[in-house]
């Protein structure tokens, strides 16, 4: 690779639309699979783990690290359904997300496409970074919230918390933010151990 390739935005070496880039549904669907987030709101490209200061599209390792934990701890407590992990796709009115983690109930109106998920899951976990904080707490709170996704956490690595909201009467109400503590989950009924997942 030359210095001058390498210093090129990630998106124009890999022959992805920009930032902010406005384009069809068909045309992101025919956008070549890529082993990160890239997600399509409302007409625009957004990658939400962009780093502007590395120029990667990738998120940190203490970000991968939650995830992974996240993972198995989750693991252990379904019973069955899907559970899932970026880059799939979710298809939620219109918009196109890769939700970090979440979890496909049975019977939900989450539908298996093959190649991307649409309607709510149960449980829909983001991991919070600097770069997508407000895209997490704003846009996909909004869209998460009036898709009816039963349960949402936005889990903290830097600062150690996982805050909770659950869907009751088409609105998220606000369950807790729990650093060490241990809560139950709605959607699971099962208890959370924030201290040995946020460790």
């Given amino acids: 690779m030359t210095e001058q390739t390498q210093q090129q935005p990630f998106w124009h070496r890999l022959n992805l ?6 384009i069809d549904r068909d045309a992101y669907r025919a956008l070549p699979s890529v ?7 409302a ?6 783990n962009w780093n502007e200061i590395s120029m990667s599209p990738s998120p940190s390792s203490q970000h991968q690290r939650l995830v992974v934990r996240l993972l198995q701890v989750l693991a252990g407590l ?10 799939m796709d979710l298809y939620l009115s219109g918009r196109i997300v890769q939700p970090d983690v979440f979890w496909v109930a049975p019977g939900t109106a989450c539908i298996d496409r093959g190649t991307f ?50 869907l009751s009467d ?30």
């Fill in 117 to 166: 998920y649409e309607g709510p899951p149960a449980l829909i976990v983001e991991v919070l970074s600097p770069t997508n904080t407000a895209n997490d707490r704003v846009t996909k709170f909004d869209l998460y919230e009036q898709n009816g996704v039963s349960e949402y956490w936005m889990a903290n690595p830097a600062e150690r918390y996982l805050e909770v909201y659950t």
């Fill in 43 to 48: 007409g625009t490209v957004i990658y939400p």
């Fill in 170 to 199: 088409s609105t998220y109400q606000r369950l807790g933010a729990f650093r060490g503590q241990t809560f139950t989950s709605p959607a699971l009924s099962a208890p959370i151990d924030t201290a040995h997942l946020l460790k």
């Fill in 78 to 87: 379904i019973p069955d359904g899907d559970l899932l992990t970026a880059p």
């Fill in 35 to 41: 082993p990160f987030h890239m997600e399509w709101h």
């Fill in 17 to 22: 639309p920009a930032p902010g880039t406005h």
